[in-house]
C-alpha cells in the first residue's frame, strides 16, 4: 500500500513541476527550477583499518540552491545529523534532482567528502514519453550509501602526531605540543603554575617564573592574550596546554625572544548535560574546590566553571653579598617568608547556534583574591672584616587583586567547506591594592641595643588595568592543497598605579609622606596589526608565508607628584613588519623534516616602564623601571625533524636559533638611599636597559613512547646556550665607568615523565626534571608567577644546578548512568632538593650568592566526580525545511 501511495504521489508532483517549466524542462542540476523533496541518503561509518563504528561524527550535505537576487545557483547546507553510537545515520526529505557533497568529521579522523546523485534523468521528450520511468524513479530516491570509512588522522607535519580517539597526556607535532592536562595526575587541585613542570620545554623556578627555552612566554587564553597570570587559573578547569615556539605572522607578534603558551579551558560540546565537582586538601591545611557543569541542547550551548582555592607558600633563603666599597663590607641574611591566601575563579558562558552557518558566543570570568605575606629578613654586616651590626627586618604585606572579563564572537561558515569569518571582542579589567609594612631595626653588635632609631616605612598601593582586544580572521581553502589567512587586530591597554609611600617620623609619631619616592602614574598602549598567510602544497613539499604589520604607541603620565600637576611622555612606533615562513617535507608516511623563520617583538611592561621605585625588598634591593626602555626585536629560524616511528609513538628533533636586538636585561646600579636620606650609605637599585644584543640557540629531542601497554614514557632533553653581548653598558663603582663583560653559558635541563597503568583502577605518574649550571634569564616580561621574586637576575649572572621529583597515584571509578569518580594523592618535590641556587655580580660594585627553597614535599589529596548524558535525542535542531508532506514542494536547497 504505501508504494502504491508513493508511486502515486510521485506521479502526481513529477507531472505538476513537469508542467512548470517551458518546453516540458523540469528544473534539474544547474537550474532554477523546483525540486522534489523525498529522497533519502543513509549509511555508516566506520574506521578505515578496524571497521569499527565511528562514535560522535557530524555529517553534513550540501546542495545547490538557486538565489532569487543574484539569479544564480549557490551552495547550502541541506542537512546535518550527528550520527549513531553505532556509526548509523539517516538524511531524509531531500531533493531528488542535483548532485551534492557529503561530509564527515569527527575527532581524531580525517574530514570524509564524497560527491553524490540519485542519478535521476528525465527522458527525452519528457516523463510521459517513457512509461517505465515512474517505477524506476522510485527506486532511485531511497538510497544506500554502504559502509563509508574513514582514515585517521596522519602524521602531517603541522598537525598533531598522537591522533586516537582517546587523548594521550602528550601530543606533539612539530609546529606545537600539546599537554592534555586532564591526564596530569600531579596537577590535579592547583593553578596553571603546576602543570607547566611537567611539560617539555618549559621550567618553572621555585617561585613559580616560567620560561621557554630560557625565555618568558606570552600567555593566551583560548587562543587571545589575557591578564591573568598563571597562578590565577585553577588546573581543574583546564582542557589542554599548546606551546607553539615560533609562531607564524596569524599570530600576535608581542612575546619577543620566547613563544607562544596558549593555554585551552574546558568546554565540552557533546549534545546532552555533564558536569562534576571537586574537593581537596593539602598538607599545609589549605583547601581546594570546585565545579562545573555543560549542556547542549537545540540551539544552546551552555557552561559554567567555578572554584575557590587556599594557597600556602612558604620559603627560605640566604644571601651573601660582598660589596667594593671604600672600605668594602659584606652582608649575610637570612630569610623566612610565609604567604597565606585564596582566590575564587569563575567563568561561564553560551553558545548560540544561530543555523548551520551562523554561531554567537558570549562568555565571562570573575576572579578575586587576597593574600598576606610576612616575611623576617636578619642581616649580619661587616665592614673590612669586622663586624659592624645587626639588621632585623620585619614585614608584613596584605594584598588583594580582582579580575573581570568578557568576550563576544561570532563566526560564519560559508557554504564552501572550511571557508569561515570570525569576529572577536574581549575585554579584560584588574584592580590590586597592597599595604605593606617593613620595619628595620639596627642593634649593636652581639647586643640587643639599637644603634640607632628604627626605620619604619609603609607603602600603599593600588593599581589598574584595562586591556581592550578586537579581531577579525578570515580563511579560505583555495583548494584541497591551497589556503588564504587573513585578518586585523586592535588592542588596547590602560594601566595606572598609585604609589604613596610613608615613613614613621618619631618625633610626632605619626607616618609622613614621601613626596620625593610617592607616584602617580598611569599610561596607554595602543596595537593595531592586519596579516595575510598563504598555505599550499607541490607533492611533498608543503610551504606557508605570512606577512603582519604592526604599528605602535605608548603614552604615560605623570599625575600631581612634587607639586606639577602633571607631565607626559609619549613615544609612536613606526609600522613594523613581521614575516614569517615555513617549509615542510614529507620524507615518508611518516617522517617529516620543517624550516621555519619568524620575527617577534617584545614592548616592555608596565613594571619595567614606571620609573618610581620599589621598597619591598628594601634594604637588600629596590626595584626601579625605565621609562625609556626600546622593544627588543627577536629573529626566529627552527630546523625539525619529526618521526612516528611506531603507534603512539614520536620522535622529535628541533634545532632552533634566536638573534634579539635592544635585547631587555635587568641591570643593577648604586645610588642614593632615597627612603632614608639621612644617612651616607648608598644602596642598590635594580632596572631595566637595553643591552646590545642577545643570541640563543639550542637543540631539543623529545621523545613519547608506550614502553609496554601499562607504561608510558616521556622524555624531554633541552641543549642551549644564551649570550648577552652587554658591552653597551657601564657599571659605576664610585671610581669610573666599567663596561660589564659578555655573558655565556652552555646549559641544558631534562625532563622524564612516566605514567603507569596499574589494572583495577589505579594508574601512578612519576616525574622529574634536572637543569644545570644556567644564565639567568635574559628578560623577564610577564608570564604569571608566585608571589615572590628574590633573585637579582643582571646581565652577568648564572643559576646553579638543581634537580626534583613529583609524583602522584590515582583510583578510578566508573558507575552507570554516566557517572564517574576519582581520588588522587600527590607530592611535590619529594626528596627536598629543588634548591634554587644562584651567583650574580656587577662588574666593579658587588657579588651576591643565593640559596632558596620554597613549598618543599607538599602532600595533596583530592577527589573529583563527575556525570553526564550523552544523548543525541536531545539534539533537537530545527529542520532546514519544513517537514513536506507527499505533495508539498520547495525551492532545492531549503534555508541556510
Known amino acids: 500500500m504505501r508504494k502504491i501511495t508513493l508511486t502515486l504521489s510521485f506521479t502526481i508532483i513529477v507531472v505538476i513541476a513537469y508542467s512548470q517549466f517551458p518546453a516540458g524542462r523540469p528544473g534539474g542540476e544547474g537550474m532554477g527550477g523546483q525540486n522534489i523533496n523525498i529522497g533519502h541518503f543513509y549509511g555508516k561509518l566506520v574506521d578505515a583499518k578496524t571497521n569499527k563504528p565511528i562514535v560522535d561524527a557530524t555529517v553534513q550535505l550540501i546542495g545547490n540552491k538557486f538565489d532569487t537576487v543574484t539569479k544564480k545557483m549557490k551552495e547550502v547546507i541541506l542537512a546535518t545529523v550527528l550520527a549513531k553510537p553505532n556509526g548509523d545515520f539517516s538524511l531524509e526529505n531531500l531533493p531528488v534532482f542535483g548532485t551534492f557533497k557529503l561530509s564527515a568529521t569527527a575527532i581524531g579522523y580525517k574530514a570524509l567528502s564524497q560527491n553524490l546523485s540519485f542519478g535521476i534523468k528525465f527522458p527525452a521528450g519528457g516523463a510521459t514519453q517513457d512509461p517505465n520511468f515512474m517505477q524506476q524513479m522510485l527506486g532511485m530516491v531511497d538510497k544506500d550509501l554502504g559502509n563509508l570509512k574513514m582514515e585517521s588522522e596522519s602524521n602531517d607535519l603541522g598537525n598533531v602526531t598522537v591522533s586516537a580517539p582517546i587523548k594521550q597526556q602528550f601530543e606533539l607535532g612539530i609546529d606545537r605540543k600539546i599537554f592534555n592536562v586532564d591526564k596530569n595526575l600531579e596537577s590535579t587541585g592547583q ?52 606551546i607553539i615556539t615560533n609562531p607564524s605572522a596569524k599570530y600576535d607578534a608581542s612575546g619577543g625572544n620566547a613563544g607562544i603558551i596558549n593555554i585551552i579551558l574546558k568546554k565540552n560540546k557533546k549534545i546532552g548535560y555533564n558536569g562534576g565537582f571537586r574537593t581537596g586538601a593539602d598538607s599545609y591545611g589549605k583547601f581546594n574546590g570546585g565545579g562545573d557543569f555543560n549542556v547542549r541542547q537545540g540551539k544552546i550551548n551552555a557552561f559554567v566553571n567555578f572554584s575557590y582555592n587556599q594557597r600556602k607558600f612558604k620559603s627560605n633563603g640566604t644571601t651573601d653579598q660582598n660589596n667594593f666599597f671604600n672600605p668594602p663590607s659584606n652582608v649575610y641574611s637570612t630569610q623566612d617568608a610565609v604567604n597565606n591566601g585564596e582566590f575564587k575563579f569563575i567563568r561561564g558562558g553560551f553558545d548560540y547556534l544561530a543555523d548551520n552557518r551562523n554561531t554567537i558566543t558570549i562568555a565571562g570570568n570573575y576572579v578575586k583574591g587576597q593574600f598576606n605575606s610576612n616575611t623576617t629578613l636578619n642581616s649580619d654586616s661587616t665592614i673590612s672584616s669586622i663586624y659592624a651590626a645587626n639588621n632585623q627586618g620585619i614585614s608584613n604585606a596584605d594584598r588583594s587583586f580582582e579580575n573581570k572579563g568578557a568576550q563576544l564572537g561570532y563566526k560564519h561558515n560559508f557554504a564552501k567547506n572550511g571557508e569561515n569569518l570570525t569576529a572577536d571582542l574581549n575585554y579584560n579589567a584588574s584592580t590590586n591594592y597592597s599595604n605593606s609594612n617593613n620595619n628595620i631595626y639596627t642593634y649593636f653588635p652581639n647586643t640587643s641595643t639599637q644603634k640607632q632609631p628604627p ?228 644602596i642598590y637599585y635594580s632596572t631595566y636597559i637595553n643591552a646590545n644584543s642577545g643570541i640563543s640557540y639550542g637543540l631539543e629531542l623529545t621523545n613519547n613512547m608506550p614502553v609496554t601497554k601499562w607504561w608510558d614514557l616521556l ?6 646556550n644564551s649570550k648577552i653581548n652587554a658591552n653597551n653598558i657601564n657599571a659605576n663603582n664610585g671610581n669610573g665607568e666599567v663596561a660589564l663583560a659578555t655573558n655565556s653559558i652552555l646549559s641544558y635541563f631534562a625532563k622524564i615523565n612516566n605514567n603507569f597503568k596499574l589494572g583495577k583502577g589505579y594508574s601512578l605518574q612519576i616525574s622529574g626534571n634536572y637543569q644545570s649550571k644556567t644564565v639567568l634569564p635574559q628578560s623577564n616580561n610577564g608570564g604569571g608567577g608566585g608571589p615572590f621574586n628574590q633573585v637579582q637576575t643582571t646581565a652577568q649572572g648564572y643559576l646553579l644546578p638543581r634537580w626534583s621529583m613529583d609524583a602522584a597515584i590515582r583510583k578510578d571509578w566508573t558507575w552507570k548512568k554516566g557517572q564517574s569518580g576519582s581520588l588522587t594523592l600527590g607530592m611535590n618535590d619529594i626528596f627536598r632538593t629543588n634548591y634554587q641556587e644562584s651567583f650574580s655580580e656587577q662588574t666593579g660594585l658587588f657579588n651576591q650568592d643565593n640559596r632558596r627553597i620554597s613549598n618543599p614535599q607538599i602532600l595533596r589529596l583530592t577527589f573529583s566526580y563527575r556525570f553526564g548524558k550523552f544523548d543525541a535525542s536531545l539534539f533537537k535542531r530545527k529542520n532546514l525545511k519544513s517537514t513536506p508532506d507527499t505533495g508539498s514542494m520547495d525551492m532545492m536547497g531549503g534555508g541556510n
Open 191 to 242: 593553578t596553571a603554575t603546576e602543570v607547566m613542570k611537567n611539560i617539555p620545554s618549559i621550567n618553572v623556578d621555585i617561585d613559580g617564573n616560567v620560561t621557554l627555552r630560557n625565555a618568558t612566554p606570552t600567555i593566551f587564553i583560548d587562543d587571545r592574550p589575557t591578564t591573568l597570570t598563571l597562578d590565577q587559573i585553577p588546573a581543574d578547569i583546564i582542557d589542554k596546554i599548546e
Open 715 to 720: 622524555l624531554n632533553l633541552n641543549l642551549f
Open 455 to 682: 626605620l619604619l616605612q609603609q607603602t600603599l598601593t593600588d593599581g589598574s588595568q584595562k586591556y581592550y582586544t578586537i579581531q577579525s580572521d578570515y580563511e579560505n581553502p583555495i583548494s584541497d592543497s591551497k589556503k588564504f589567512e587573513a585578518g586585523v587586530r586592535a588592542a588596547i591597554r590602560d594601566f595606572g598605579n598609585n604609589s604613596t609611600q610613608l615613613k614613621y617620623n618619631n618625633n610626632t609619631g605619626n607616618y609622613d609622606k614621601l613626596p620625593g619616592i610617592s607616584n602617580n602614574y598611569k599610561f596607554n598602549d595602543q596595537v593595531y596589526a592586519a596579516y595575510v598567510n598563504y598555505k599550499g602544497k607541490i607533492n611533498k613539499l608543503g610551504y606557508q608565508i605570512g606577512l603582519r604589520a604592526e604599528s605602535s604607541s605608548y603614552t604615560g603620565t605623570l599625575l600631581n607628584v612634587n607639586g606639577a600637576d602633571s607631565s607626559n611622555f609619549s613615544v609612536k612606533y613606526p609600522v613594523s613588519l613581521f614575516p614569517s615562513a615555513f617549509l615542510t617535507y614529507k620524507l615518508t608516511d611518516k617522517q617529516d623534516v620543517q624550516i621555519n623563520y619568524s620575527r617577534r617583538v617584545n614592548r616592555p611592561n608596565f613594571f619595567q616602564l614606571i620609573p618610581f621605585p620599589n621598597y619591598s625588598n628594601y634594604p637588600v634591593s629596590v626595584s626601579v623601571g625605565n621609562p625609556v626602555l626600546n622593544p627588543e626585536f627577536t629573529n626566529s629560524m627552527e630546523l625539525s625533524y619529526n618521526n612516528a616511528y611506531k603507534p603512539k609513538a614520536n620522535f622529535l628533533a628541533t634545532a632552533y636559533f634566536k638573534y634579539t636586538t635592544n635585547l631587555i636585561t635587568q641591570y643593577i646600579y648604586r645610588g642614593k638611599d632615597q627612603l632614608n636620606p639621612n644617612t651616607s650609605d648608598s
